[in-house]
């Protein structure tokens, strides 16, 4: 099969130059940048939103996933660096740690955003002793799929499961295996969304992430479960636009 050559790290469907601010998206595990392709168009042209596209997936395919999510948050710092402007950072499950890790590292620069979105994730210091990368192939995508936001299509057809299922392990090893690190948290503010049945985060430990800023703490509970994001994508969009310092 042939791929396409990386074309960098982030990707931008809906470019807004002219916006005020810079958004940049951290997909969950398994995720690709264009599964965000609705949130960016939601937001454009307020928001120029930035969408990462991790190693081993789509045009990225050919280079390998990266398991470590410490290691990822350090490559992602100089891409997030290097984008030019006031940002925001975004990011759902998996994501959402990328972001405040990238976050925390931005901010011993001197670098700090205008806000921290964390999506369907539990405080980064609540600990889960979850191995799901280590079962076998029925287990696995057993989980994969109880969770949602994987695409069915995928999971049912053998070829393209082939091609996915390093991207999804990787990305299951990665937040598996990551543990909190103490020491600073952020100072800007922290805006947390969750669905209230989701099957793997409840609301308690959710709320936990107002530990880790110095700043502002807000929390919205929607109906759903760990990919609510697709029933109230346009409130989602509000909220961010209506946060202080990401407005247009």
Same mark, same amino acid.
């Given at each position: 099969?042939?791929?396409?050559?990386? !074309?960098?790290?982030?990707?931008?469907?809906?470019?807004?130059?002219?916006?005020?601010?810079?958004?940049?998206?951290?997909?969950?595990?398994?995720?690709?940048?264009?599964?965000?392709?609705?949130?960016?168009?939601?937001?454009?042209?307020?928001?120029?939103?930035? #969408?990462?596209?991790?190693?081993?997936?789509?045009?990225?395919?050919?280079?390998?996933?990266?398991?470590?999510?410490?290691?990822?948050?350090?490559?992602?710092?100089?891409?997030?660096?290097?984008?030019?402007?006031?940002?925001?950072?975004?990011?759902?499950?998996?994501?959402?740690?990328?972001?405040?890790?990238?976050?925390?590292?931005?901010?011993?620069?001197?670098?700090?955003?205008?806000?921290?979105?964390?999506?369907?994730?539990?405080?980064?210091?609540?600990?889960?002793?979850?191995?799901?990368?280590?079962?076998?192939?029925?287990?696995?995508?057993?989980?994969?799929?109880?969770?949602?936001? #994987?695409?069915?299509?995928?999971?049912?057809?053998?070829?393209?499961?082939?091609?996915?299922?390093?991207?999804?392990?990787?990305?299951?090893?990665?937040?598996?295996?990551? !543990?909190?690190?103490?020491?600073?948290?952020?100072?800007?503010?922290?805006?947390?969304?969750?669905?209230?049945?989701?099957?793997?985060?409840?609301?308690?430990?959710?709320?936990?992430?107002?530990?880790?800023?110095?700043?502002?703490?807000?929390?919205?509970?929607?109906?759903?479960?760990?990919?609510?994001?697709?029933?109230?994508?346009?409130?989602?969009?509000?909220?961010?636009?209506?946060?202080?310092?990401?407005?247009?």
């Amino acid at each position: 099969m042939a791929v396409q050559a990386p !074309r960098g790290w982030t990707r931008r469907f809906h470019p807004a130059p002219a916006a005020g601010t810079r958004l940049v998206v951290f997909p969950h595990a398994g995720g690709s940048a264009s599964a965000y392709h609705s949130l960016s168009a939601a937001l454009s042209p307020a928001v120029d939103v930035h #969408t990462v596209q991790y190693p081993g997936r789509q045009d990225r395919l050919a280079e390998p996933v990266i398991a470590d999510l410490h290691v990822l948050a350090e490559r992602l710092v100089d891409v997030v660096s290097a984008i030019e402007g006031p940002f925001a950072l975004f990011g759902h499950s998996m994501g959402a740690v990328i972001a405040f890790e990238v976050a925390r590292r931005l901010e011993a620069r001197d670098v700090v955003p205008a806000a921290l979105f964390v999506s369907a994730r539990s405080g980064p210091d609540v600990l889960k002793e979850e191995w799901h990368h280590l079962s076998d192939d029925a287990a696995f995508l057993a989980e994969v799929d109880r969770l949602g936001g #994987t695409d069915m299509t995928v999971l049912g057809d053998p070829d393209l499961l082939e091609l996915a299922m390093p991207a999804l392990r990787g990305d299951y090893q990665a937040i598996e295996t990551y !543990r909190y690190r103490p020491g600073p948290g952020v100072t800007c503010p922290i805006v947390a969304f969750t669905g209230d049945a989701d099957p793997v985060v409840n609301v308690p430990d959710v709320e936990k992430w107002r530990e880790h800023t110095t700043g502002s703490f807000e929390m919205d509970v929607f109906d759903g479960g760990h990919f609510f994001l697709d029933k109230h994508l346009d409130a989602v969009v509000a909220r961010i636009l209506g946060t202080a310092a990401v407005s247009p």
